[in-house]
Structure formats: structure tokens, C-alpha cells
């Protein structure tokens, strides 16, 4: 049975940040939370945490990963980048029991198979606002091994992952996410909450794999046919769709879809017809 921490005797997190001279660093997109109210509301976010193992992304200074571990999680392991962190990171490693692992890593190149058994795996994270989406659709494509992604990103990226067809915020990343995920908006914050305030609001997103997903060639059938279609979104698909790499029409065609439609009012359906079209011209080889 996993075993809770007692109330924290950690310094405050604040004190841990001046004591190691954390400043963030903007290069690595860094924006530190410290609250300990909002921390734990995240880690809540995730659902009952207890007896399960959590992969945080960039945890900085530790301020999550102490809400996570305060919520009972049997093991959890920290991929942090910026070598700064470590020291701040190993004062917990003690105080958590040896449920918390760190890792130095880079998590764009960080394999997260083999940590729980397929489709059991939490993801919990302060995501870096410069390379988010750009980790989460790493994540799209090895989705089959997690139970749930809980992540903080931009607001303006939460709006795109949970956008209706039709909208100026429908994009690659809706019809990605859709297919995917139940997505839900868990709430928003203002830059006030982050050392330092960022420019942009934040929110946080929690996203569940869907049971019927698609195979790994299908979902990149989808992603490629997703990226050109919106690459040039404002061109009509006969033309966006160019950059594929085959004639556009007979793909088109073959999905029942009119060349003169523009990529923001297919649906999910349409999204799909076109990426078997393209699996099939493939397998063809034509």
C-alpha cells in the first residue's frame, strides 16, 4: 500500500527556488508555478493518483511533483532538461520514500515504454511553452501507452486541441485530438499565477485516450493528410493538399469530397475518408 508523505517539512518552494538561483529561463520556455493551492488543484486534475505511476515533464524546481506525490503516487518519474533543477529535484527523492525517479533528459527524445504497463501510465506536466505541441504529438503517436495526459499549456493551444469544426481555431490539432481523445478544458489561469508572469494566459487540458484507437500507420495517414491540408489552410484542398507528394484529385475523389473545399470545414468523417484515400493510393502504389 503507498504510503503518503506527512505534511511537507520542505522549504517553501519559493525558498527552494532562491536557494539554488532558479531563474527561468526563457530560452526553455520556463514558467514556474508556485502556488501550493493551484499545484494541488492540478494534480486532482489527474484523478486518484494513488498506487499509480506519473511521468511529469519539465518539473523545474519541484512544485508539481510534490502535489503529485502528496496525492499518493506510487512512483513517479521527472524528465527534467535543465541540469539548474537536479539539486532542487533530489532534495525530494528523500523526503518521497523513493517513489520519485529523476531523469536529465531531453523529453522530445525520451522513450516512455516499459515505465507501467500499456494504457496505465499518468502523464502530469507544466508543459514548456515552447515545445509543447511539439511533445504532445510525440505523445499522439505512442498514445497506446497512457491512461490520461494532464497538461498546462498555452491557452491559445488548449482552444485549438478542443475546437468545433468550422472555427478560426480548428485546426490539425482538433481533428488530431478528436480522433484521439476526450478532451476536456479543466480550467485557466492568468500569468499572475507564474514566476515570472508569462504574456499569455495558460490552461490546463486533461485528454483520454479513446479505447478505439487508431493503428500507428493510421494515425499517420491522418497526420500527414491533417498537416497539408492545413499548412495552407486559407487554399482551396486541390491545392493545399499538393504537398503530399501525389495528385490531390483522385484522392479527393476517392473520399467524396469536392476539391474546392477549404481544409476548416471537413469533418472528423471527411478527415478520415481522406487518409484511407491516401493509405490506399499508397498500397497501390499510384
Known amino acids: 500500500m503507498t504510503t503518503t508523505p506527512p505534511p511537507s517539512p520542505l ?23 508556485t ?7 492540478i494534480a486532482r486534475a489527474a484523478g486518484p493518483l494513488e498506487g499509480c505511476t506519473v511521468l511529469e515533464v519539465g518539473p523545474g524546481p519541484g512544485g508539481l511533483t510534490r502535489a503529485i506525490l502528496e496525492a499518493g503516487a506510487a512512483r513517479v518519474i521527472a524528465v527534467e532538461r535543465d541540469a539548474r533543477c537536479i539539486a532542487a529535484l533530489e532534495e525530494l527523492v528523500a523526503w518521497s520514500g523513493g517513489r520519485l525517479e529523476i531523469v536529465e533528459a531531453d523529453a522530445r527524445r525520451f522513450d516512455p515504454a516499459g515505465l507501467a504497463p500499456e494504457g496505465q501510465l499518468r502523464l502530469v506536466a507544466n508543459l514548456p511553452y515552447n515545445v509543447g505541441t511539439e511533445l504532445l504529438l510525440g505523445w499522439y503517436r505512442r498514445l497506446e501507452l497512457f491512461h490520461s495526459l494532464t497538461l498546462m499549456f498555452q491557452r491559445e493551444v488548449v482552444l485549438r486541441l478542443v475546437a468545433q469544426q468550422g472555427g478560426d481555431d480548428y485546426g490539425r490539432l482538433a481533428v488530431m485530438t478528436r480522433r484521439l481523445c476526450c478532451a476536456e478544458r ?34 499517420r495517414l491522418l497526420e500527414r493528410v491533417t498537416q497539408a491540408a492545413f499548412g495552407q489552410r486559407r487554399k482551396m484542398l486541390r491545392s493545399s493538399l499538393k504537398s503530399l507528394g501525389v495528385p490531390p484529385e483522385p484522392l479527393l475523389e476517392r473520399a467524396g469530397i ?29
Not at 517553501?12 to 536557494?19: A, G, Q, S
Not at 485528454?207 to 493510421?218: F, I, K, Q, S, Y
Open 11 to 33: 522549504a517553501p518552494l519559493r525558498e527552494v527556488i532562491r536557494r539554488h538561483g532558479l531563474q527561468a529561463d526563457k530560452r526553455l520556455g520556463q514558467h514556474f508555478l
Open 35 to 41: 502556488d501550493p493551492s493551484i499545484l494541488a488543484r
Open 186 to 219: 479543466v480550467f485557466d489561469l492568468s500569468p499572475a499565477s507564474f514566476v515570472p508572469p508569462p504574456k499569455v494566459h495558460s490552461s490546463l487540458v486533461r485528454l483520454v485516450p479513446r479505447p478505439d484507437l487508431p493503428t500507428a500507420a493510421e494515425r
Open 258 to 286: 469536392d476539391p474546392q473545399r477549404r481544409a476548416e470545414t471537413l469533418s472528423l468523417d471527411e478527415f478520415e475518408a481522406l487518409a484511407r484515400a491516401l493509405g490506399t493510393n499508397a498500397a497501390q502504389g499510384s
